[in-house]
């Protein structure tokens, strides 16, 4: 990655945004309180034992959202209990408990609309554009107009295409790609600037780009979508478009915000597949990092209020009213009709299929990783770059989709089918494209149509020869190598629709070939092959298989289901990760796994924390805060209580960052070194120290201190977290990352074991525990290739 690379070699972010270590009272108090002032130099004493004196945390502070590289930063989920808070939470009545719950049931119900309604507006648009596109394509080759006609469906392409690519350039590089990864990491707890951003929810790149014939879906995105409407909710409105609501002041905070988010991005696969228990499912088993019963009931509700708007919009359109959207747009394929009765001789070819999609699964994935890295060098040169890239997969796969059913033979409509073959409209299994009358392309079947529609054709049932090998093996081929170099260009592209599309089509190549000697449809086994590569690829079980089965209607299809499912994960798990763990990876996200690694039972805490470590007295000189705050970017400072606040030096808590920048724009200063909490206890609220929507609190450069205010003191016991977490320094580091991910923390401080060293050895962050950082401070535990 060319930015990563830059970012690691940029010594003047050596010392990242949360970045601590032990330190010795010498090296960061002096003896005398009052004369004691921070000083470039003392931030670069060495804080460690002599032989760790230089150890500091180089991993690096950025990441790639969407198409751009952003600074990361981590997420505040620990209830910070300071006195404001403590007096807040004591004077809350219960009406206002009562109207905390009231609101927060309110919010997911509102998300729920607004992710029902966004989804269905994405298919309206997109059903309503690709159908004109189509269409047109069409009238044009009825009048054996066929180079007009390929211009006509390459144009249509490419203006979609530069529309899609140009608001992820230069309006919303966040929108860019799935989104799955960001939601993902933002639930582990990174938070990025416009990762949820209002922007990425508001413009309409996933309906161009799905428009465009590209080989994506939008379900990715609209698990995006419904993140970012819940974030919206979460964090107030936005400011910068002027939509803003005070009664949100309960959710001023990441804990409440993760669990609206974790909502959203439910109600997001909801949507998309119109499939509620599977959009629980899949939060639960693949997005959320956190879970308790609590947010089971609002996941759900959320999700069955999604499925209530798609079902009313959808008797809506039946009337007629909505264009082309007809009763298609909103996936669904009703395989009930399939026979679901199955021999011992079933199961073999089912375990069969579950293997191969465990390949073409984990090969997928090694693909894709090897395209997101090499985009990303184009990428990075600009937004025209990512145009110009966009414009090319849009001619490559308008090449395909219209020249590849020129290679295919006609073939004659089967008598049975009386008028509906050949195909008339967009609709259908059996299109005429180039062919005499009575005659249909069936490879045009499945290019010359919606994704949607080419899952629909590839799931019927009833036709076993429908499809000709040549074209389903052409197919699978063409859809393969498309979704690998697709997914990463500046457009809003889910991976789930590519995916079921090639492993639909190598299921009904396997069903075809089997044909008398297995009971089973040749629709069945395209669901079979959808499933075995879904596993292969996404590494998901429980998700997956309810998905479907919500999908296809098809609850007697269970038990194979679930067994190629288990075999197809189980197989490509023994070559790499699924594909949304290898893109965080890549993408540089400092993720935090539910297990620690093998090698962290051999080291101790008090092994990886890193300097400088910088703390603060309870009353503290307004200049030494001031001064830590520019020198660095830690958000997090540990503050000792010395003589004459206590009899010896021990440890008060830890202050934040913001929390800090707020107390100095208050200017609640004294002359004299003296604790006033009572009198700041009335001066400010706890409201006043929330968590700030994106890009709206307090920053340095908004405070106006003067001369004389430098030399005077400000009390921060009363915004101090008396109690944060904190281990002993011996404890195995192993132990500390899984309580670290377990209690979704910001900030470990570390203490010492034995007596008479300075209260605190150090703070441990998430890239404390980050392999590229342990291993290179150890290299020998480095895993032998």
Same mark, same amino acid.
């Given at each position: 990655?060319?930015?990563?690379?830059?970012?690691?070699?940029? *010594?003047?972010?050596?010392?990242?945004?949360?970045?601590?270590?032990?330190?010795?009272?010498?090296?960061?108090?002096?003896?005398?309180?009052?004369?004691?002032?921070?000083?470039?130099?003392?931030?670069?004493?060495?804080?460690?034992?002599?032989?760790?004196?230089?150890? *500091?945390?180089?991993?690096?502070?950025?990441?790639?959202?969407?198409?751009?590289?952003?600074?990361?930063?981590?997420?505040?989920?620990?209830?910070?209990?300071?006195?404001?808070?403590?007096?807040? =939470?004591?004077?809350?009545?219960?009406?206002?408990? %009562?109207?905390?719950?009231?609101?927060?049931?309110?919010?997911?119900?509102?998300?729920?609309?607004?992710?029902?309604?966004?989804?269905?507006?994405?298919?309206?648009?997109?059903?309503?554009?690709? #159908?004109?596109?189509?269409?047109?394509?069409?009238?044009?080759?009825?009048?054996?107009?066929?180079?007009?006609?390929?211009?006509?469906?390459?144009?249509?392409?490419?203006?979609?295409?530069?529309?899609?690519?140009?608001?992820?350039?230069?309006?919303? &590089?966040?929108?860019?790609?799935?989104?799955?990864?960001?939601?993902? +990491?933002?639930?582990?707890?990174?938070?990025?600037?416009?990762?949820? +951003?209002?922007?990425? %929810?508001?413009?309409?790149?996933?309906?161009?780009?799905?428009?465009?014939?590209?080989?994506?879906?939008?379900?990715?995105?609209?698990?995006?979508?419904?993140?970012?409407? +819940?974030? /919206?909710?979460?964090?107030?409105?936005?400011?910068?478009?002027?939509?803003?609501?005070? =009664?949100?002041?309960?959710?001023?905070?990441?804990?409440?915000?993760?669990?609206?988010?974790?909502?959203?991005?439910?109600?997001?696969?909801?949507?998309?597949?119109?499939?509620?228990?599977?959009?629980?499912?899949?939060?639960?088993?693949?997005?959320?990092?956190?879970?308790?019963?609590?947010?089971?009931?609002?996941?759900?509700?959320?999700?069955?209020?999604?499925?209530?708007?798609?079902?009313?919009?959808?008797?809506?359109?039946?009337? $007629?009213?909505? #264009?082309?959207?007809?009763?298609?747009?909103?996936?669904?394929?009703?395989?009930?009709?399939?026979?679901? *009765?199955?021999?011992? +001789?079933?199961?073999?070819?089912?375990?069969?299929?579950?293997?191969?999609?465990?390949?073409?699964?984990?090969?997928?994935?090694?693909?894709?990783?090897?395209?997101?890295?090499?985009?990303?060098?184009?990428?990075?040169?600009?937004?025209?770059?990512?145009?110009? /890239?966009?414009?090319?997969?849009?001619?490559?796969?308008?090449?395909?989709?219209?020249?590849? &059913?020129?290679?295919?033979?006609?073939?004659?409509?089967?008598?049975?089918?009386?008028?509906?073959?050949?195909?008339?409209?967009?609709?259908?299994?059996?299109?005429?494209?180039?062919?005499?009358?009575?005659?249909?392309?069936?490879?045009?079947?499945?290019?010359?149509?919606?994704?949607?529609?080419?899952?629909?054709?590839?799931?019927?049932?009833?036709?076993?020869?429908?499809?000709?090998?040549?074209?389903?093996?052409?197919?699978?081929?063409?859809?393969?190598?498309?979704?690998?170099?697709?997914?990463?260009?500046?457009?809003?592209?889910?991976?789930?629709? &590519?995916?079921? %599309?090639?492993?639909?089509?190598?299921?009904?190549?396997? $069903?075809?070939?089997?044909?008398?000697?297995?009971?089973?449809?040749?629709?069945?086994?395209?669901?079979? #092959?959808?499933?075995?590569?879904?596993?292969?690829?996404?590494?998901?079980?429980?998700?997956?298989?309810?998905? /479907?089965?919500?999908?296809?209607?098809?609850?007697?299809?269970?038990?194979?289901?679930?067994?190629?499912?288990?075999?197809?994960?189980?197989?490509?798990?023994?070559?790499?990760?699924?594909?949304?763990?290898?893109?965080?990876?890549?993408?540089?996200?400092?993720?935090?796994?539910?297990?620690?690694?093998?090698?962290?039972?051999?080291?101790?805490?008090?092994?990886?924390?890193?300097?400088?470590?910088?703390?603060?007295?309870?009353?503290?000189?307004?200049?030494?805060?001031?001064?830590?705050?520019?020198?660095?970017?830690?958000? $997090?400072?540990?503050?000792?209580?010395?003589?004459?606040?206590?009899?010896?030096?021990?440890?008060?808590?830890?202050?934040?960052?913001?929390?800090?920048?707020?107390?100095?724009?208050?200017?609640?200063?004294?002359?004299?070194?003296?604790?006033?909490?009572?009198?700041?206890?009335? *001066?400010?609220?706890?409201?006043?120290?929330?968590?700030?929507?994106?890009?709206?609190?307090?920053?340095?450069?908004?405070?106006?201190?003067?001369?004389?205010?430098?030399?005077?003191?400000?009390?921060?016991? &009363?915004?101090?977290?008396?109690?944060?977490?904190?281990?002993?320094?011996?404890?195995?580091?192993?132990?500390?990352?899984?309580?670290?991910?377990?209690?979704?923390?910001?900030?470990?401080?570390?203490?010492?074991?034995?007596?008479?060293?300075?209260?605190?050895?150090?703070?441990?962050?998430?890239?404390?525990?980050?392999?590229?950082?342990?291993?290179? /401070?150890?290299?020998?535990?480095?895993?032998?290739?």
């Amino acid at each position: 990655m060319g930015e990563r690379e830059q970012v690691q070699n940029n *010594t003047d972010i050596e010392i990242g945004a949360e970045r601590r270590g032990p330190s010795s009272s010498s090296s960061s108090r002096s003896a005398s309180p009052e004369s004691r002032k921070i000083t470039s130099s003392s931030l670069k004493e060495p804080l460690l034992l002599p032989h760790d004196a230089k150890r *500091t945390n180089q991993t690096s502070q950025l990441a790639i959202i969407g198409a751009n590289v952003c600074p990361i930063e981590s997420l505040d989920y620990e209830i910070i209990e300071n006195d404001l808070f403590k007096q807040d =939470w004591r004077s809350r009545t219960k009406n206002e408990i %009562l109207q905390y719950v009231f609101f927060k049931w309110t919010l997911v119900l509102i998300i729920g609309l607004g992710t029902g309604f966004v989804a269905f507006f994405n298919n309206l648009a997109v059903e309503n554009i690709a #159908g004109f596109k189509l269409l047109f394509t069409n009238s044009l080759m009825l009048k054996d107009k066929y180079f007009q006609a390929f211009a006509a469906y390459a144009g249509c392409n490419m203006v979609l295409a530069i529309a899609a690519a140009g608001l992820c350039a230069y309006i919303s &590089p966040a929108a860019a790609g799935s989104g799955i990864p960001e939601v993902k +990491a933002y639930l582990n707890g990174i938070d990025a600037h416009s990762i949820l +951003a209002p922007s990425t %929810l508001f413009i309409f790149g996933s309906i161009f780009g799905v428009a465009a014939g590209f080989v994506v879906g939008k379900e990715g995105p609209m698990v995006h979508t419904g993140a970012c409407i +819940a974030s /919206l909710l979460g964090q107030g409105g936005s400011h910068k478009y002027g939509l803003t609501w005070k =009664w949100l002041r309960y959710f001023k905070n990441d804990l409440d915000r993760r669990d609206l988010i974790t909502c959203g991005a439910a109600a997001g696969v909801a949507a998309a597949f119109r499939a509620p228990v599977g959009g629980v499912l899949f939060a639960l088993e693949e997005i959320a990092s956190w879970w308790r019963s609590a947010l089971l009931w609002r996941t759900f509700f959320t999700t069955a209020v999604v499925a209530v708007v798609l079902r009313t919009f959808i008797v809506f359109c039946r009337g $007629g009213q909505c #264009g082309l959207f007809g009763e298609g747009g909103l996936i669904m394929f009703d395989v009930n009709s399939v026979n679901p *009765t199955y021999r011992i +001789a079933d199961l073999l070819a089912v375990i069969v299929l579950g293997m191969i999609g465990g390949i073409f699964g984990s090969l997928y994935n090694y693909l894709v990783d090897k395209v997101l890295r090499t985009y990303s060098i184009i990428n990075e040169r600009g937004p025209v770059f990512k145009i110009l /890239l966009a414009i090319i997969i849009s001619l490559l796969t308008s090449c395909c989709s219209y020249g590849l &059913p020129w290679l295919s033979k006609c073939i004659p409509c089967p008598a049975s089918l009386g008028d509906q073959c050949p195909t008339v409209g967009r609709y259908g299994n059996f299109k005429s494209f180039q062919c005499p009358p009575n005659h249909y392309n069936d490879l045009a079947s499945l290019f010359m149509t919606t994704n949607d529609d080419a899952i629909r054709n590839l799931f019927s049932s009833g036709f076993d020869k429908e499809f000709q090998l040549s074209t389903l093996i052409v197919f699978f081929a063409a859809i393969y190598c498309l979704g690998i170099i697709t997914y990463g260009i500046a457009v809003p592209s889910g991976l789930f629709i &590519p995916v079921i %599309l090639a492993g639909a089509s190598y299921g009904r190549l396997i $069903g075809t070939l089997l044909g008398s000697l297995s009971d089973l449809d040749v629709g069945f086994f395209a669901l079979l #092959g959808a499933a075995s590569f879904l596993g292969g690829t996404m590494r998901m079980t429980v998700s997956l298989c309810v998905i /479907l089965l919500e999908l296809t209607n098809g609850l007697l299809m269970l038990p194979l289901v679930m067994l190629v499912l288990l075999i197809s994960k189980t197989v490509a798990d023994c070559f790499n990760k699924g594909v949304y763990d290898q893109i965080v990876e890549m993408k540089g996200f400092p993720f935090l796994e539910a297990h620690a690694e093998p090698y962290m039972r051999n080291l101790i805490a008090s092994d990886v924390v890193s300097g400088p470590l910088i703390t603060f007295s309870g009353v503290e000189k307004v200049a030494n805060i001031l001064y830590a705050l520019k020198t660095t970017k830690h958000n $997090g400072f540990p503050v000792i209580d010395e003589p004459p606040f206590s009899d010896a030096p021990q440890l008060c808590g830890l202050v934040l960052r913001s929390h800090l920048l707020v107390l100095l724009k208050g200017k609640k200063f004294t002359k004299q070194r003296m604790s006033i909490g009572s009198n700041m206890l009335r *001066t400010f609220n706890a409201q006043d120290f929330d968590k700030a929507g994106s890009g709206k609190g307090v920053k340095l450069e908004d405070l106006d201190i003067k001369e004389e205010e430098l030399e005077m003191y400000v009390d921060l016991h &009363p915004i101090v977290n008396t109690s944060p977490y904190a281990v002993v320094e011996t404890m195995s580091l192993a132990k500390a990352a899984v309580l670290f991910r377990q209690l979704g923390l910001r900030h470990m401080l570390v203490t010492p074991r034995m007596p008479g060293r300075p209260p605190v050895v150090g703070i441990l962050t998430r890239h404390d525990f980050m392999s590229e950082h342990v291993l290179g /401070l150890y290299p020998q535990f480095q895993p032998k290739k």
